[in-house]
């Protein structure tokens, strides 16, 4: 009875409020999302810090102050902010693994922030696609890839990062990309 009652207080609660965040567009529920039901914790770390738009991608560090991150641009072409949905649907250096995300999603017409992660359809979709290309990851962001030694040390954020941690295993691709609804 308590337990009803509370998730009903917390349903009122985010139907009512405006303030959810900026990066967030999911929708109340009680189940969890497929992703979460995955045995890759750093996976779903990754899902839910692109979700809520505090993660590892300049958008959010820069507005950190320890973490020398100065600029919320992408490296890529023209600096665009870096944020998940730059990320996801529009930086030219994913533009093969999006390619192959559309595919695994064929019966979505066009990739949407939102279908990819908040949705059980784009879950698997969204997975591969990080484990391809590694965004919004530690190591993606430090730009330490190596397959023997995964050591990071570099003051990011919120600390010094210097020790062993392995995230998802991928490659970069490159080429150029076209922007998508969101």
């Known amino acids: 009875m308590a337990k009803l009652r509370m998730r009903e207080e917390w349903r009122r609660w985010w139907d009512t409020t405006e303030q959810k965040g900026h990066e967030y567009f999911g929708q109340f529920r009680v189940k969890p999302d497929k992703i979460f039901e995955m045995d890759n914790r750093s996976l779903i770390s990754t899902v839910t810090q692109l979700r809520t738009g505090h993660g590892y991608f300049n958008?959010?560090?820069?507005?950190?102050?320890?973490?020398?991150?100065?600029?919320r641009g992408?490296?890529?072409?023209?600096?665009?902010?870096?944020?998940?949905?730059?990320?996801?649907?529009?930086?030219?250096?994913?533009?093969?693994?999006?390619?192959?995300?559309?595919?695994?999603?064929?019966?979505?017409?066009?990739?949407?922030?939102?279908?990819?992660?908040?949705?059980?359809?784009?879950?698997n979709a969204m997975a591969?696609?990080?484990?391809?290309?590694?965004?919004?990851?530690?190591?993606?962001?430090?730009?330490?890839?190596?397959?023997?030694?995964?050591?990071?040390?570099?003051?990011v954020g919120w600390g010094t990062l210097g020790q062993p941690h392995n995230e998802h295993h991928s490659t970069d691709s490159s080429g150029e990309s076209e922007d998508e609804i969101e």
Do not use: F
């Not at 023209?78 to 649907?89: E, N």
């Open 59 to 71: 958008s959010y560090l820069q507005r950190i102050p320890t973490s020398q991150i100065e600029d």
């Open 128 to 155: 591969q696609y990080i484990r391809r290309t590694g965004v919004a990851t530690r190591q993606w962001m430090l730009g330490t890839r190596s397959p023997t030694d995964n050591t990071v040390e570099k003051r």
């Open 74 to 123: 992408c490296s890529c072409n023209g600096a665009p902010p870096q944020t998940p949905a730059h990320l996801i649907l529009r930086c030219p250096r994913y533009t093969a693994a999006r390619a192959l995300m559309r595919q695994e999603t064929s019966r979505i017409p066009k990739l949407r922030i939102d279908l990819l992660l908040y949705t059980n359809m784009g879950a």
